[in-house]
């Protein structure tokens, strides 16, 4: 991508922790930031209310008279046809016109929404790990675990802009039930906070700071702690067979992992490429490489005002 004087595009980056906006320029290069913690157990006009203090500090700027466009991952599911977003993990929010309310608070600028991790893959194939690779799964596993797909080149939405949710992927046919209404999915075993439950239910005890989080269980395992290192073993499973799965449908040379979870390390990669062997058997799937994402946590925000510029042929991009 080359960048046209003038053209940037605002970004936002919504899951269940926080609402992330920026001003993004064509270099991927982050202007202006905004955020807030997302208020997820409110209702849906109050986590609006926090969106829209995110982008009232874009608009505030003095560079926002440059903005051509806005670029939106979300978590998901979402529907980008409709412009519709129904996040797992922000009750208060079904079928919400996420799309028509940005539209308003940005005087009618084009809006491209995208599931978070959709988003991340455009970031990553744009700039990171999958750069340079013509078929590639990217995953964030983090809260939840999302996903997205680059095909032939391009980044591949779907017509809702959910392709490559590889989280809601079941797994485990008859496993515990997954808040999105299916059993055994990707996201119930491997996010995060499963990572954490598990171990808990497992015998696993935090520290003196009385940290539960899965950030402390890879601590505790790296420290070798039998427990700790199972719950990541069984999240890498999980991932794993999610991934040969992908593979086995569209061919994928390369699977990128990046969130907080991936932050582990090889206490979550070792074992996953080990499994991975197991699952992703036959000859077109069995030379994956799993890779670590190279953006950090600017990767939704690069990614949606990317997926944007793709979309809308800005940048030098040809329109999707």
């Known amino acids: 991508m080359h960048t046209v004087p003038g053209d940037l595009v605002a970004a936002l980056d919504i899951?269940?922790?926080?609402?992330?906006g920026a001003l993004v320029d064509g270099g991927g290069r982050?202007?202006?930031?905004?955020?807030?913690?997302?208020?997820?157990?409110?209702?849906g006009a109050t986590v609006m209310a926090a969106v829209?203090?995110?982008?009232?500090?874009l608009t505030a700027s003095a560079d926002w008279s440059r903005v051509r466009a806005v670029g939106i991952g979300s978590a998901?599911?979402?529907?980008?046809?409709?412009?519709?977003?129904?996040?797992?993990?922000?009750p208060g929010w079904r079928a919400f016109p996420l799309v028509a309310e940005v539209a308003g608070r940005t005087d009618g600028l084009p809006v491209v929404?995208?599931?978070?991790?959709?988003?991340?893959?455009?970031?990553?194939?744009?700039?990171?790990a999958a750069r340079g690779r013509a078929n590639a799964l990217c995953m964030v596993v983090s809260t939840g675990v999302g996903g997205g797909l680059v095909l032939d080149g391009r980044?591949?939405?779907?017509p809702t802009g959910n392709a490559g949710h590889i989280g809601h992927i079941s797994v485990d046919?008859?496993?515990?039930?997954?808040?999105?209404?299916?059993?055994?999915?990707?996201?119930?075993?491997?996010?995060?906070?499963?990572?954490?439950?598990?171990?808990?239910?497992a015998g696993w005890r935090p520290g003196p700071d009385g940290d539960t989080s899965a950030a402390a269980?890879?601590?505790?395992?790296?420290?070798?702690?039998?427990?700790?290192?199972?719950?990541?073993?069984?999240?890498?499973?999980?991932?794993?067979?999610?991934?040969?799965?992908?593979a086995a449908l569209v061919e994928i040379e390369a699977a990128v992992l990046g969130g907080g979870v991936a932050g582990a390390g090889e206490v979550l990669f070792a074992p996953l490429r080990q499994r991975l062997r197991d699952y992703a058997t036959l000859s077109f799937a069995s030379g994956i490489e799993v890779l670590p994402a190279r953006l950090g946590p600017d990767a939704g925000l690069v990614g949606a005002a990317a997926a944007a510029a793709q979309h809308l042929g800005l940048w030098g991009t040809a329109r999707a």
């Open 76 to 90: 998901g599911p979402v529907d980008a046809a409709a412009g519709t977003v129904s996040p797992v993990n922000v």
């Open 217 to 246: 269980v890879a601590a505790a395992a790296h420290a070798g702690d039998a427990v700790a290192l199972a719950s990541f073993a069984r999240a890498a499973q999980a991932l794993a067979a999610g991934i040969a799965a992908t």
């Open 173 to 201: 046919l008859d496993g515990d039930p997954c808040p999105c209404g299916a059993r055994g999915c990707v996201e119930r075993i491997a996010s995060g906070p499963n990572i954490a439950r598990r171990a808990r239910e």
């Open 155 to 158: 980044l591949h939405t779907g």
């Open 52 to 57: 829209a203090a995110v982008l009232g500090e």
């Open 113 to 128: 929404l995208v599931g978070d991790g959709v988003a991340m893959t455009a970031a990553e194939h744009w700039q990171g």
């Open 15 to 20: 899951g269940g922790t926080k609402i992330a």
């Open 30 to 43: 982050l202007l202006v930031r905004a955020r807030r913690a997302t208020p997820a157990g409110e209702d």
